[in-house]
Structures are given as structure tokens and as C-alpha cells.
T-cell receptor, first 113, second 111 residues
């Protein structure tokens, strides 16, 4: 099993450009999450999807949109990138029932110039 | 609003000693609390979960306590090793789908 796969791993954008970060999980998890991590700020929740067909805002949703394409895939879109969105982005999925543990992807490092 | 505090300063400890990390939370009542480890350049990895009705949980050299009165969890690593050096994150969770993390504490175990 691959777990949680994020693409791309690295991306450089110019201010105003758009892009989509892709995330896919193969563990049949219902819930999926997008976080950003900045030095000294820890992990901050951007959006989450409790189940296929639903999405909700987290702590820092401004400037982002998400799509829960199907049970496996949850994408994060930056419509008009800003330097403040330079960060490392992590996708995670949550097992259904049981300990409700999050499994994270390896991260996507985004730089906006 | 909900607030989660972890010591933002790095914790340096000598090999073989016990490392103790603190997680304090305010303005909510989590049903359980999770601890994760994060190595540089990688995503966090789950370590331990403790429920509100449990006082203590152990896994090998790891021990977690959960005091719902103090609104605090302590994470202990006994007989620490240089390989334990990492950032440790706590996530008090109220049973909803919204998982919020503390800022993490960086631990460095000196050989």
C-alpha cells in the first residue's frame, strides 16, 4: 500500500498563478485533510472532508479551494497564488472507526515568488 | 477559541535521560488526545492515543498522561536515544472531524 500520495513534491509559482495540489489515499479512509506548515506555526488546518461529497473550512481557508473528487482523492487549489502561501502542504486521511488516527503524506513544498 | 500550547523552545536532553513534553489546551474538552512524531522533511507519524477516561498509556519507552482537570497531557520518552530527536506534535480531539495540532516541540537527544 502506498498510503497517502501527494503531487507535486516541489513547485515554484509566480504571484497570481494558479495551481492544484493533488492527494490520493489507497486505505479506503472516509475523511481527508489539507494542512499547511510554516516555521514556528505548526500544522494549520486549511480544509477537511469528513466524507465523500462534503468539505468544510478549517483554521486558515482563505485563498484556497478544495474538491473531494471521489473517496480516494482530495485536491487543494490556489486560484491566485500569493507569497504568503509559500509553505509546506500536507495531506492526511483518517481511518474510519477505531482510533481515528491520521496518516500523512510526504508533503508538497510550494514557493510563491 | 480553542488553543493548544506546546513548548515552542527546543528541548535538549542527554542520552539515557527521560524527556518530558507538555501539551496544554484551553476552551474545549477533547474526547481523546493524540501524539505524533515529525522528522525533518517528512509528514507526521502517529505515536499514541489516550482517551479522556484513561489516566496513562504506555507503548515501549513512551508514556502519555492525560489530566482533563488541568487540561494537560504529558509525553514521556524514557531512556532517550539520539534517534528520538524529532518534533513532537499533540492533537487534542473532541470527537469531531476537525483535527487541530499544537505547534510542536523539537526534541534533541545529545549523545
Amino acid at each position: 500500500n502506498a498510503g497517502v500520495t501527494q503531487t507535486p513534491k516541489f513547485q515554484v509559482l509566480k504571484t497570481g498563478q494558479s495551481m492544484t495540489l493533488q492527494c490520493a489515499q489507497d486505505m479506503n479512509h472516509n475523511s481527508m485533510y489539507w494542512y499547511r506548515q510554516d516555521p514556528g506555526m505548526g500544522l494549520r488546518l486549511i480544509y477537511y472532508s469528513a466524507s465523500e461529497g462534503t468539505t468544510d473550512k478549517g483554521e486558515v481557508p482563505n485563498g484556497y479551494n478544495v474538491s473531494r473528487l471521489n473517496k480516494r482523492e482530495f485536491s487543494l487549489r490556489l486560484e491566485s497564488a500569493a507569497p504568503s502561501q509559500t509553505s509546506v502542504y500536507f495531506c492526511a486521511s483518517r481511518e474510519s472507526g477505531g482510533a481515528n488516527v491520521l496518516t500523512f503524506g510526504a508533503g508538497s513544498r510550494l514557493t510563491v515568488l | 477559541s480553542q488553543k493548544i500550547e506546546q513548548n515552542s523552545e527546543a528541548l535538549n536532553i542527554q542520552e539515557g535521560k527521560t524527556a518530558t513534553l507538555t501539551c496544554n489546551y484551553t476552551n474545549y474538552s477533547p474526547a481523546y488526545l493524540q501524539w505524533y512524531r515529525q522528522d525533518p522533511g517528512r509528514g507526521p507519524v502517529f505515536l499514541l492515543l489516550i482517551r479522556e477516561n484513561e489516566k496513562e498509556k504506555r507503548k515501549e519507552r513512551l508514556k502519555v498522561t492525560f489530566d482533563t482537570t488541568l487540561k494537560q497531557s504529558l509525553f514521556h520518552i524514557t531512556a532517550s536515544q539520539p534517534a528520538d530527536s524529532a518534533t513532537y506534535l499533540c492533537a487534542p480531539t473532541s470527537g469531531t472531524y476537525k483535527y487541530i495540532f499544537g505547534t510542536g516541540t523539537r526534541l534533541k537527544v545529545l549523545a
